[in-house]
């Protein structure tokens, strides 16, 4: 039994061997997996490298498993000493076949804290790992210390720039944070392809679709490109996974996130427009100055540009909105019977409904305002005052075919009125009778009793929202 046991850790040791080596031999290994066999046919390695795929034999699992799992527990309760390349391979191996072992991680954190390893070989490994398990929620939690590891350093050469003042250092320095920047573009969109994968190989993959937040939250902060690109990169992959509802939760805090970024945008051109028009109406301290300003009435460069931005920005929220919900048409009557594409919907619909009211909210106290004519008797009509402090009231009317329109910009004179005079055109977002006709279209064809019992539970609510809204 002793010689037993003697050639089972021989073997074990080998076997850690072939796997160090296969990653020495290839640095490009994509993907893991265990072969089914059930027994050694030959003598030879149970590691199987092919091209980037790298497997191991089935029989040899549970003899490779535990050893290296009592290995690590008995360094952790210092029974037994290993140097800091032995734990490397070790970790490594016992975290490729079962990565939701916490204590693993957690050597391997304090070992990349010792500069033992950099964060780039342990994002490697939880990017392999995820290929075998992907939804190892210990995985997943470690990439994220990892991250912001990364994060801390980037902020701590930024803070460091900032201190240096002049001299050769300054150079240097900056070349440094220009490099670190970059590898934080590489990481993210890195990340991003990590979680697609993970999400394909495992469906309703929450783990992965959190992470995908939490990295979009702590590295793409107030980058609307970043944000714009996953919504459209996103659009095809919940198109063939229409009963995946994480993905299209992904969407919703996308939306939402963007909303807030051109709310943030509209908030900040009415504030300096306020500030621009007010400068502007005090006594000029020269008399050709005060005679200028009033012979000319017309809105200053930089107020126009304020007004542009805010239109601009209104106006492309209600276009992700209409892109949204014509998606959500489009996947219903292409696949009927899916609750997850009805309750997307419903949350698109509730997104919206909320917006507008905090944008009716807003425009009331702005000076700029903005007018909506709607078919929706509950969000139809924003009254907000005009530039001058008047009030100039339009009377919505309901044109259920119609596109929503944005209509003149209300300013204190009516040369200023010249500037906009046909208006700004917006896409036609979703209203409530819009919605129940859908319902209706969908009532009136359809076959399928899921996709009649979905369809009737939302109309209800669109009867909710009414009632509420009156």
Not at 199 to 206: D, G, H, Q, V, W
Not at 315 to 332: A, M, N, P
Request: proline fraction near 5%.
């Amino acid at each position: 039994m002793a010689e037993s046991e003697e050639e089972v850790d021989v073997l074990v040791q080998r076997v850690v061997k072939d796997i160090t080596n296969a990653f020495k031999r290839n640095p490009n290994i994509d993907e893991i997996g265990v072969i089914p066999c059930p027994e050694a046919r030959c003598n030879r390695s149970p590691i199987v490298l092919v091209e980037n795929k790298l497997g191991v034999e089935s029989w040899c699992v549970k003899f490779l498993l535990p050893y290296v799992h009592n290995k690590l527990l008995l360094y952790r309760q210092r029974k037994h000493w290993l140097d800091r390349e032995a734990l490397v391979d070790i970790t490594c191996t016992l975290l490729l076949l079962n990565p939701d072992f916490t204590t693993a991680w957690n050597v391997r954190k304090e070992l990349l804290q010792c500069g033992v390893l950099n964060p780039e070989k342990d994002l490697y490994l939880g990017q392999l790992a995820l290929t075998k398990f992907p939804k190892s929620p210990e995985t997943w939690i470690h990439r994220r210390w990892v991250l912001q590891q990364i994060l801390d350093q980037f902020l701590a050469v930024s803070h460091n720039k900032t201190q240096e003042q002049q001299g050769e250092a300054e150079q240097p320095n900056a070349d440094s944070s220009r490099q670190l920047s970059d590898h934080l573009t590489r990481t993210l969109h890195q990340e991003m392809r990590v979680c697609s994968d993970a999400a394909c190989r495992y469906p309703s993959n929450y783990n992965a679709w959190s992470h995908r937040i939490w990295v979009l939250q702590h590295m793409a902060k107030g980058n609307g490109k970043v944000f714009h690109d996953e919504l459209s990169s996103t659009r095809l992959w919940v198109s063939m996974h229409v009963s995946d509802h994480s993905g299209f939760h992904y969407r919703q805090f996308l939306l939402k996130e963007l909303i807030t970024e051109h709310y943030q945008t509209s908030a900040s051109a009415t504030i300096n427009g306020s500030s621009q028009h007010w400068s502007s109406t005090l006594p000029s301290s020269g008399p050709h100055q005060h005679s200028c300003s009033q012979t000319n009435g017309e809105l200053s460069g930089a107020e126009a540009a304020n007004e542009d931005d805010r239109q601009l920005s209104f106006t492309t929220v209600l276009q992700l909105f209409q892109q949204e919900i014509e998606l959500c048409s489009d996947l219903i009557q292409s696949f009927p019977g899916h609750e997850t594409l009805w309750s997307h919907r419903r949350h698109v619909f509730y997104l919206l409904n909320q917006w507008r009211r905090e944008h009716q909210c807003s425009s009331r106290g702005d000076n700029n305002s903005i007018h909506l004519n709607d078919c929706d008797p509950g969000m139809s009509e924003v009254s907000p005052q005009s530039y001058a402090g008047r009030e100039e009231s339009v009377n919505g009317q309901n044109h259920a075919s119609e596109p929503m329109e944005l209509d003149r910009v209300s300013l204190p004179n009516p040369h200023d009125s010249k500037r906009l005079k046909r208006g700004v055109l917006l896409p036609g977002t979703p209203t409530l009778t819009s919605e129940h006709s859908f319902v209706n279209s969908i009532l009136d064809s359809c076959c399928n009793p899921e996709q009649r019992r979905f369809a009737v539970a939302y109309k209800k609510w669109l009867d909710t929202v009414t009632g509420l809204q009156s």
